[in-house]
């Protein structure tokens, strides 16, 4: 290269560097801030729980719950159920968008070769004869590479890189939220078959009721009002029973779906155990911990961190840029003279460009990342603040419903005992039909309360296994534990 042809590339290099200025992003900025999660106060509302290191859930929570068909269900819904291949199509697309952008940062060396046959008419002929035959032959190669002067297209990459790791870590959370969902319409189909069987229990108590009223009735101890009345209880016992008939088959088909089955599949369980509620803990290193144990907010923060590169690869594009292109080749009219001399040719290209005026459509692209990147800070600071809200409430109402169900036990079995006395009394013909009518509704009130509380404290079970993370671990996700915290200037 002569001395003057290197002159005249550093004068369009300077120019370019003078000219860098025109197209400026000065005054866009960020404002999105990530919050500290040792500044969320929890302490009042997680007083006086049970702080144990081992609190934090297995990956397999849902064996504690104590029945085996529930662990069958679980990964029979992990393989088949549609909710995980849209999951995993999600990281796949991911994943490809970030093999993509890592292949955009490479060089590209194309080659080509051809054969053309030819024959020209009269008027393209120089000779005027027409008629003419000519062969064409070529073949060549050509390279091209764009620099990267600014680290754009590594920034650019790394951002691409950071979503698919957040849609990696979106797969586990579909998980945890499918495994909590299957449980807990597992929990419901339980609680559908107690429903029923306490309405099919209300029904029996009403005929025995019936027989009674008919016996007192021939007797003339009751009238004919008072057997009408009875009459109808058993209507709406029957009713009650059919309700319930039509909720259990609903809660088979809901779990069949969440199986990713037909609705017969529903049919083919078999009526679950009783479920054991989980013993009311947390983890002593709550909540700092917490942020590498919910999928939900490693996902968020490898989110906010591809908002950030995102936003260094918009910078770059107000900078200059070099790309270097080149061809090399030979083309030949004579088969034998195809690698002479004057058939190869080659070309090398090397081009500056910098933007000077573009109607502000980098402005508007930068500004708009740096919306994106306020987006996925508030996102994760809400994840961050649900997360903790999920874990307090959650553990409160576990603590308390306990209580509850030995409040609410003590009552039915009073309610059971003072409903025995009473058909007792009422069969030998001195009780009151009011009486009996009055005890037997608050008996049937206070047994389905108590089924209600039971499979309340189940699915507060479920959710506490699923608000600490349900087994999730991301410490090998190291480089998202590092939020960008201040503003991008």
């Given at each position: 290269?002569?001395?003057?042809?290197?002159?005249?590339?550093?004068?369009?290099?300077?120019?370019?560097?003078?000219?860098?200025?025109?197209?400026?992003?000065?005054?866009?900025?960020?404002?999105?801030?990530?919050?500290?999660?040792?500044?969320?106060?929890?302490?009042?509302?997680?007083?006086?729980?049970?702080?144990?290191?081992?609190?934090?859930?297995?990956?397999?929570?849902?064996?504690?719950?104590?029945?085996?068909?529930?662990?069958?269900?679980?990964?029979?819904?992990?393989?088949?159920?549609?909710?995980?291949?849209?999951?995993?199509?999600?990281?796949?697309?991911?994943?490809?968008?970030?093999?993509?952008?890592?292949?955009?940062?490479?060089?590209?060396?194309?080659?080509?070769?051809?054969?053309?046959?030819?024959?020209?008419?009269?008027?393209?002929?120089?000779?005027?004869?027409?008629?003419?035959?000519?062969?064409?032959?070529?073949?060549?190669?050509?390279?091209?590479?764009?620099?990267?002067?600014?680290?754009?297209?590594?920034?650019?990459?790394?951002?691409?890189?950071?979503?698919?790791?957040?849609?990696?870590?979106?797969?586990?959370?579909?998980?945890?939220?499918?495994?909590?969902?299957?449980?807990?319409?597992?929990?419901?189909?339980?609680?559908?078959?107690?429903?029923?069987?306490?309405?099919?229990?209300?029904?029996?108590?009403?005929?025995?009721?019936?027989?009674?009223?008919?016996?007192?009735?021939?007797?003339?101890?009751?009238?004919?009002?008072?057997?009408?009345?009875?009459?109808?209880?058993?209507?709406?016992?029957?009713?009650?029973?059919?309700?319930?008939?039509?909720?259990?088959?609903?809660?088979?088909?809901?779990?069949?779906?969440?199986?990713?089955?037909?609705?017969?599949?529903?049919?083919?369980?078999?009526?679950?155990?009783?479920?054991?509620?989980?013993?009311?803990?947390?983890?002593?290193?709550?909540?700092?911990?917490?942020?590498?144990?919910?999928?939900?907010?490693?996902?968020?923060?490898?989110?906010?961190?591809?908002?950030?590169?995102?936003?260094?690869?918009?910078?770059?594009?107000?900078?200059?840029?070099?790309?270097?292109?080149?061809?090399?080749?030979?083309?030949?009219?004579?088969?034998?003279?195809?690698?002479?001399?004057?058939?190869?040719?080659?070309?090398?290209?090397?081009?500056?460009?910098?933007?000077?005026?573009?109607?502000?459509?980098?402005?508007?692209?930068?500004?708009?990342?740096?919306?994106?990147?306020?987006?996925?800070?508030?996102?994760?600071?809400?994840?961050?603040?649900?997360?903790?809200?999920?874990?307090?409430?959650?553990?409160?109402?576990?603590?308390?419903?306990?209580?509850q169900i030995g409040a609410q036990q003590h009552a039915t079995d009073i309610a059971q005992d003072s409903y025995n006395t009473v058909v007792q009394r009422y069969g030998s013909g001195i009780g009151n039909y009011l009486d009996v009518l009055s005890i037997e509704q608050q008996l049937l009130q206070a047994q389905r309360q108590l089924a209600n509380l039971n499979a309340e404290q189940i699915d507060l079970s479920i959710q506490l296994m699923q608000a600490l993370g349900g087994g999730f671990q991301g410490e090998t996700l190291t480089a998202a534990n590092a939020l960008p915290a201040t503003q991008h200037n």
């Amino acid at each position: 290269m002569s001395s003057k042809t290197l002159r005249a590339g550093m004068s369009l290099v300077l120019v370019a560097m003078t000219l860098a200025g025109c197209a400026s992003y000065s005054g866009l900025n960020t404002e999105g801030v990530s919050l500290d999660a040792k500044n969320l106060k929890a302490g009042q509302s997680l007083s006086g729980v049970t702080l144990s290191p081992a609190a934090w859930p297995k990956s397999d929570w849902w064996k504690s719950l104590g029945d085996p068909q529930l662990d069958g269900l679980i990964r029979e819904a992990l393989h088949d159920s549609p909710d995980m291949q849209i999951a995993d199509a999600r990281a796949h697309q991911a994943s490809a968008a970030a093999y993509a952008a890592d292949a955009a940062r490479m060089p590209t060396l194309d080659a080509s070769a051809g054969v053309s046959r030819s024959r020209l008419a009269r008027d393209q002929d120089p000779s005027g004869q027409g008629g003419t035959y000519s062969t064409l032959r070529n073949i060549g190669a050509s390279f091209n590479y764009n620099f990267d002067l600014w680290g754009g297209q590594r920034d650019a990459w790394e951002a691409a890189l950071g979503e698919a790791r957040a849609a990696e870590v979106d797969q586990q959370a579909a998980q945890l939220t499918l495994s909590a969902d299957v449980a807990r319409a597992y929990s419901d189909l339980g609680q559908a078959h107690i429903v029923y069987d306490l309405a099919n229990e209300d029904l029996k108590r009403t005929k025995q009721m019936l027989e009674l009223s008919q016996r007192r009735l021939s007797s003339g101890i009751d009238s004919q009002y008072q057997f009408q009345q009875t009459e109808s209880l058993e209507a709406s016992s029957e009713a009650s029973l059919i309700d319930a008939e039509k909720r259990l088959q609903s809660a088979k088909i809901a779990l069949a779906v969440l199986l990713g089955k037909g609705p017969d599949r529903g049919n083919e369980i078999a009526r679950p155990k009783i479920l054991q509620a989980s013993a009311v803990a947390l983890p002593s290193v709550l909540p700092a911990e917490l942020l590498g144990r919910r999928p939900d907010l490693v996902a968020a923060r490898w989110r906010v961190e591809a908002a950030s590169k995102n936003i260094a690869a918009g910078k770059t594009q107000f900078y200059p840029n070099l790309n270097l292109s080149a061809a090399a080749g030979a083309e030949s009219l004579l088969g034998d003279a195809m690698f002479g001399s004057a058939s190869r040719f080659f070309n090398v290209a090397p081009t500056i460009s910098v933007p000077i005026f573009d109607g502000g459509r980098l402005r508007a692209d930068l500004d708009s990342r740096d919306a994106d990147y306020d987006l996925a800070v508030a996102q994760y600071n809400k994840s961050l603040v649900k997360a903790l809200g999920d874990v307090s409430d959650t553990i409160n109402q576990l603590r308390d419903i306990g209580r509850q169900i030995g409040a609410q036990q003590h009552a039915t079995d009073i309610a059971q005992d003072s409903y025995n006395t009473v058909v007792q009394r009422y069969g030998s013909g001195i009780g009151n039909y009011l009486d009996v009518l009055s005890i037997e509704q608050q008996l049937l009130q206070a047994q389905r309360q108590l089924a209600n509380l039971n499979a309340e404290q189940i699915d507060l079970s479920i959710q506490l296994m699923q608000a600490l993370g349900g087994g999730f671990q991301g410490e090998t996700l190291t480089a998202a534990n590092a939020l960008p915290a201040t503003q991008h200037n």
